[in-house]
């Protein structure tokens, strides 16, 4: 299955992704990396986020990868009973699944925030531009430009990763 992962972080952000990345590639083998894009916190007053996409392809169904995302989560600093809208060494979230499309427990896919983030649907969108959400037949592309930009700023950040400089296949 091809997934989609969103990847922030506030707290270290170059050490935190660094080592965030280096644990999904143990876990999953290889990754696409997209660029990463640097914003302001949304919902809460707090340090710019850093954000990126990457893809990986796993045989785990939608909950147990949803169970060993947040051990990773974990194992990197992320408090069990985390506040919604708040500083995070790490945080990672399933954007896609393949083609899901609908409510899967606490799990709503595709991920409501691509519509309405910048600092997701603009590395998603460069990392599979052509990829229409299956529940729109919009392509990520197609998404980016028609999203106000202005509205949400982002800059990339320059950053290399075991001395790959994203956006890459690491």
Not at 4 to 18: D, H, Q, V, W
Not at 148 to 161: C, E, M, T
Request: overall charge negative; glycine content about 6%.
């Amino acid at each position: 299955m091809k997934v989609y992962l969103g990847i922030g972080s506030n707290i270290a952000p170059r050490e935190s992704i660094a080592s965030g990345l280096a644990a999904l590639r143990e876990e999953f083998g290889q990754l696409e990396a997209s660029s990463v894009y640097e914003s302001e916190s949304v919902g809460f007053t707090g340090p710019r986020f850093w954000n990126l996409v990457v893809s990986i392809n796993t045989a785990l169904d939608l909950l147990p990868l949803q169970d060993r995302l947040r051990a990773i989560e974990y194992t990197h600093g992320r408090p069990i009973n985390a506040a919604r809208n708040s500083s995070r060494a790490l945080d990672i979230d399933i954007l896609l699944y393949g083609d899901y499309c609908g409510f899967y427990e606490h799990l709503e896919l595709p991920r409501p925030e691509i519509h309405y983030n910048a600092f997701v649907l603009r590395p998603l969108a460069e990392l599979a531009p052509d990829r229409a959400l299956p529940n729109i037949n919009i392509s990520l592309r197609e998404l980016w430009q028609r999203f106000d930009q202005a509205k949400q700023p982002l800059a990339r950040i320059p950053y290399v990763f075991c001395g790959v400089e994203l956006p890459a296949i690491l």
